[in-house]
């Protein structure tokens, strides 16, 4: 069985955080690669300031260069709006792969408001990665109310496979201070002329 984690985003654009948080992740859980799932349009974001959709999977598959992450528009391909919609989809269509669900902390204070959570975490374990400025917030949200008797050590991250579902387990990892929201405020227009003027184009290893 292959072990590949899930990285869902709007990458607008993708950056060396992701990047980075990413690699962390790979060696943390012992992953074979990971899988960055470019969203179509997040429910939960609006569309305001949102670059087209092929932008933002351009930017991702160069920012996924020369590592094992895969930077894919298979929820396009595949029409579907919701995360758990996804995941299901994702495992019926691969029965090989082993998968796990990557989200930052950001989210998890949020992850109640997602349609069917609760599914979703029924459905594969799910890394949660620490992220400067969210923790205390999604430590104390909903959803960890109801997550924290499926809380894992993080010494235990590699063996993820071996985990009954509902399954959690919290990263943490030198934070990197890229964001997404400063490079597009720095450059409101990137898609509109590459990615080369935010420094995309040759990230580091």
């Not at 902390?105 to 029924?122: C, E, G």
């Amino acid at each position: 069985m292959r072990r590949v984690g899930l990285l869902g985003g709007s990458f607008n654009p993708a950056h060396r955080g992701h990047r980075h948080v990413t690699l962390a992740a790979i060696r943390a859980l012992d992953l074979d690669e990971a899988w960055w799932l470019v969203s179509p349009g997040n429910p939960l974001k609006p569309r305001r300031g949102m670059a087209p959709f092929a932008a933002r999977v351009a930017s991702a598959r160069r920012m996924a260069r020369r590592a094992p992450i895969r930077a894919s528009a298979i929820e396009q391909r595949l029409h579907t709006r919701y995360t758990v919609d996804t995941l299901r989809v994702l495992q019926r269509r691969f029965p090989k792969i082993r998968f796990i669900w990557i989200m930052g902390a950001d989210n998890l204070a949020q992850f109640h408001v997602w349609k069917d959570w609760r599914t979703i975490a029924r459905t594969m374990p799910i890394a949660v990665i620490a992220r400067p400025g969210y923790d205390g917030r999604a430590l104390a949200a909903p959803a960890m109310g109801w997550l924290r008797r499926f809380r894992r050590p993080a010494r235990q991250a590699s063996d993820w496979t071996e985990w009954s579902v509902p399954a959690l387990v919290l990263l943490r990892f030198r934070p990197d201070p890229t964001s997404a929201t400063q490079l597009r405020a720095a450059d409101p227009g990137w898609y509109k002329h590459g990615a080369e003027s935010l420094s995309l184009a040759h990230p580091a290893n």
